[in-house]
């Protein structure tokens, strides 16, 4: 075997703590950079990250973004006067997956603070980038979980297997919602169609 084989063999090489993205931009995920930040990475990812680990029924997998849209829309019923920087917020709420995944809360539970430390980091740059706080209020906080946690029940008991008094166990009880927001937002749509309508609703948005 030749020296240089072996030394290719045995070299070390620094771990790599950063993600290059389609657009050309290196995310630190260890000191992430707010102009490092782009919508189009975002959307692109989210909407090629499955929730429930791809457990969901129909052709395509149930995409991050499309669940960021149906929180968004339980948002905005539940609170109909929430201000442009709130739903901004709240479709923003899942963004750190773009880089890190979608991860399963029960896999969330096994390894602890040091996964919600980095998706913290992550989530403090993207808000920056937008122009949000880094840190929302505590009554905006609350509500993008009690919308998060309606998301997921409809989720849980349209697509991903579960029974209802199964889910009123992990989720609490069943939201209000209408037959139009189930029809709209719960029949998985293909990655193109996620990726389009995330990015359409962020720039309808930011013009409010």
Request: no cysteine.
């Amino acid at each position: 075997m030749s020296k240089s084989l072996k030394s290719a063999r045995g070299a070390k090489f620094a771990p790599r703590a950063w993600q290059r993205m389609l657009s050309g931009r290196r995310l630190d995920l260890l000191d992430p950079s707010p102009l490092d930040v782009e919508v189009d990475d975002i959307a692109h990812g989210l909407a090629r990250v499955a929730r429930w680990n791809g457990q969901t029924k129909g052709a395509h997998i149930f995409s991050v973004a499309q669940h960021a849209l149906l929180v968004e829309a339980l948002a905005r019923a539940k609170v109909p006067r929430l201000d442009r920087n709130g739903r901004l917020a709240v479709l923003l709420h899942d963004a750190p997956e773009y880089v890190i995944g979608d991860m399963i809360s029960p896999f969330k539970a096994v390894i602890g603070d040091s996964y919600k430390a980095v998706e913290k980091r992550l989530l403090a740059a993207i808000h920056l980038r937008f122009g949000l706080p880094a840190k929302l209020p505590e009554s905006l906080q609350n509500l993008i979980k009690v919308a998060d946690r309606s998301a997921a029940y409809l989720e849980a008991t349209r697509l991903a297997g579960f029974a209802e008094d199964e889910a009123r166990k992990f989720f609490g009880p069943p939201p209000k919602f209408s037959a139009t927001l189930e029809r709209d937002y719960l029949s998985p749509w293909p990655a193109g169609t996620a990726q389009a309508r995330y990015r359409e609703r962020f720039e309808k948005l930011l013009r409010a």
